[in-house]
Each structure stands twice: as structure tokens, then as C-alpha cells.
């Protein structure tokens, strides 16, 4: 039984999220709780405390009256209110120091910005009052952060969500990965996809038979949005590469079960590479959204809900689509294909770019305590992954156990699902859905045991699994991992030993210099700039002077640097562990 996050884990996943701090830093505000951007009181005594999101495309504003909002009105007395920003808008908020209640962000990034600034406070002592679920839920993340993310002060600033040590007991339906139209792969005979080439000539195949949507909108291949950085050329494609961002700087990529790393711009066999080939190829046929290299993620989710997608790179990237019509058998699944399934892994120290600051503009740093305690608390992650108890799921024989009409409505989806929050944002949690509750030894997600997932798939999942001999989505690529015919993250522990798993856990890498952060950023600016160029190449010989033009570039840029840097680390690294 599994009280808190181990220690021993906590460090499994320091090689993926150990990104520098940011040199820069903000404008400070003159006292707590004076900030215009920040909530407010109503006369019932509810607190609305808006919480600043470093993403755009969110949908909880969307249903501020949810089922789900109105239990954190009742419960604690909260009510949240989302401030949508991409990375200007971060910026400039930043640089003004009157921010939202809350700020969710990167700490390696905003954190020596945002405390040597004066933005946001220390939670230290309001723990003491309104933190006691976050000391016995995850007592060692605590001791991480203020390690880690306090610029040296030895104290809370930060808490990231979705926190989970352990893997699921039960695989996942899988999210991130080549997610495709199913009832249009169907319909073209599911053929074998290998390689990215197969993946091309799929969609050349489904787009001559399905050309527009039913309400005459033009259909494309494929897209992607530009606002995320460099992450539709470097998350993607991990299905066929088998790579992770990884090393220090998401520049970095470590391949898997092995002990090295590459630089994704000068290795030409990198997901960098490999996708460059893929949009290139998918424009010269045609394929490729003309948007594609200028659309924002709300512009590409709102295609992506009207169906002009047929292929994406992940299942909540396809914006409302499944959840309107997988009750008709259509939508969008990730495919079982390539080498590689992405089931999500462990998470000791959660998603740490989206860590949660209570900022010093806050009139409410008390609520905005109590919140982050629910969300992270057992009874509060419980309820916002599977709903309210007595409503949509009763305890039976001391065990939690999902309603049949609860059952029921996630399967119907639609916006009567939605309507109810209920894990409307799984940014917003704070527990992984896997996290044991051990007064009941059952997962806080409710709808991710086994018997769950079967009652709960749509008839589109069920479509899915039957067809490749499953009962739920996330048993197909079970079953094929265990066949040996995919790979997944945990695939390359299988042959170590326990000893060696330890050692493997302890690897730590230092964050980069100032000097190699500002080195980063340039590189994916130029990255990020060059991508247009080889995107829209218009044959093959172009294509190749193009690349090769790109990576010396980018090695004149100072890549070699940063490679050289990040490499010589890893090394004393893994010898310092004994990792050989």
C-alpha cells in the first residue's frame, strides 16, 4: 500500500524535466493582494481565483457551472477561472507583476523570474494551516521543490500536478501517438503501417475518398500549430524513432535503452529530422494543411472538431470531435503501428511545467491554498477524475464503485459529458489518476481499473478493441508490448536488475548555464524559422540542400556547444551512479 510519493523514484524522470532558470526577472509588486488581475469575493463568500495557464485551447472556462465547479464552490469555497496565455502574453503579464491568483508555469523556466521578482510567495507557512493532504500525499515533492525551484531559499514556491511514482497496475489508453480518422482506416482495409512513407500513402488513400467534411469543408492529411514551440516536430514522431526529449534541454534527445544523447538538429536521424521528411513529403502530395505553418493551436482545434483532420498527434488534440460523434463509431484513435507505444510512464515529480505559484498580486493566498490541498488530497483528485460521491459513484463493500449512469453518460460524451467537469482538465489535477488511495487501496481515478475502462469505452473504443482482440483501447497495446511487437518506456528495464534500475534512477543532470539557455533558445528560434523552409521544399534534391544548409547552420549557431556541454554531463552522470 502506497502512502506518498517514494524518494527513490522521485529522481526517475530528473533527466527529462531538468531544464535551466531563466536569467531574466519581472517587475515586483508593491504589496499582497492589490493585483487588478486577481479574484474575487461574491456575496455567498465564493472566491474566485483566476489561475494564469502558460497554454491556450482550454475548455474549462467553458463550463464554469460544471457539476465539478460547483463541488470546489461547496467544498472549499473556490471557484476557478482560467487566464489562457501563450508565450507573449506570459511575457508581458510577467514583465507588468500584477498577475492572476495563481500562476501555472515551468520553474525551471519562470522560476528566478517570478521569486527574484517578487511575484509570487512562499507557501511555507500557509502549509502549516491549509496544507496537511499535500504533506501526507506528497511529502517528497515538497522537499524536491524547495530544493529545486526556490532559487536557493530552501522554500515552497512551486507544486506541480499530476504526480505519479508508481506505473499504472493497469495499461492506459493510450493518447500521444499517430491518431488517426479510425472509421476512415477501416474503410481502407486497416492497412500495415511501418514507416512514415506507409503513413503517407494511408492518408493519399482516405483523402481521395473523403475529399470534405459532410458540411463542405476542405480535408487535410495533416497539421499542426505553431505555438507550442518546436513540439509538433519533436513529440510526434517518437512512435517510429522510439526517441525523448531528454538531457538538460528539450534540444536533446535520448533514444531508447540507451545511455547517450542526441542533438536533434544535427542528428539526422532525429524526430526533428524525421518529421521535417514527413510534412515535406505530405506537402509535395498535397497532404498538408496550408495553415499548417501559421496556425495557432485554437485555429487547429477548431478544425480539428469540425473534422478536417485525418490524422493527428494525439487523441486530445483532435479538439471536440470524439466526444461528439464516438458514439456514432466515429473519431479518432491512436494507432497500434510503428515501434513504439507512449503509455505516459511515471511522474515523480509530475508535470512540472505546468507547476502551480500563488502569486503576491493574490487578495486570497489563504483559498488558493485550500485549492491547491483539495486538488492535491486524495478526496479531491478522486472527485475531479470521477465525481462527486453519492452522485456518481457509491462505495460498496468499503470499495469505490462508478454508477451505472455515470458509466453510461461518459460513453454517450457530448456536451452533456463535458457539462459535468468531471476530468474536463487533467492539467488542473493534482494526483497521476493511477495514485492509490489507501484508505480504500483503489485508484483516485476511478474509471482506470481494468473492469472501468471496458464498461466505460465509447462504441468507437470498443470498435477499436474488438478489432484487434481487445476489450479497451489501452489492452491493445498492452498485449502487443507484451508480444514483444511494441516497445514502450518501460520496455529496456525489463532486462535490468533491480540494483540497476536504482542506479539507473539516480542520474541527475545539471541545469544548463545562463549562456547555454540563451544558446537554446536561439537554436530553436532558428529551428523553428528553418522548419518553413524545408516544410515547403519543393523536391527531393531541394530538400536535401536545404537539410544540409539547416544543420550547418545550426552548428554554426553553436549546436556542437550545447551537444558537447549536455553529453560530457550525461557521462559523469551515469559514472557517478555506476551506470555503465
Known sequence: MK?????RTLTSVLLTFMITLTACSGSTSSQTGTGSQAGTKDANGIVTLRVLVNETGTNWNTYPDSEIAKELADKIGVKIEYVEADANKMNVLLAGGDLPDIVRADPNQYGKQLIDGNLIIPMDDLMDKYGQDIEQTIPTVVDYSRTNWSEG???LYFLPPQIQADPSPVYPNVTIGPTMRWDYYKEVGTPAINSTDDLLNVLQQISTKHPTTDEGKKIYGVSMWQDWGLWPYIIPFTWITQQTASGGSDLMAKPLGENRLLNVLTDDTSNYWVAMDFYNKAYRMGLLDPDALTMKNNDYMAKATAGQFILGPATWAMGDFNAKYAKDNKGYMV???GKQAWSGGVRPIGWSDKSYAISKSSKYPEKAMEFLNYIHSYEGARTMYSGIKGKDWTVEN?????????IAAKVNGGDAWERTGIALDQNLIGLGGSVIDPSNDTPVNLFSTEEAMAQSSTTLEKDFSKHYGATYPGEVFSKLVQEGKLTDENTPLKS??????????TVVLPVLTDDLL??????????ARTAATMILSKTDEDFAANKQKAIDSFKQAGADKLTQYISTEYAKALQNAGVK
Do not use: M, Y
Not at 3 to 7: L, N
Not at 398 to 406: F, I, R, V
Not at 496 to 505: A, M, S
Open 3 to 7: 502512502t506518498a510519493i517514494k524518494t
Open 518 to 527: 540563451k544558446l537554446e533558445t536561439q537554436l530553436k528560434e532558428l529551428a
Open 496 to 505: 535490468l536488475t533491480q540494483d540497476e534500475i536504482v542506479k539507473q534512477n
Open 153 to 155: 531559499q530552501n522554500k
Open 335 to 337: 494507432l497500434p503501428i
Open 398 to 406: 468499503g470499495k469505490p464503485q462508478l454508477n451505472k449512469d455515470t
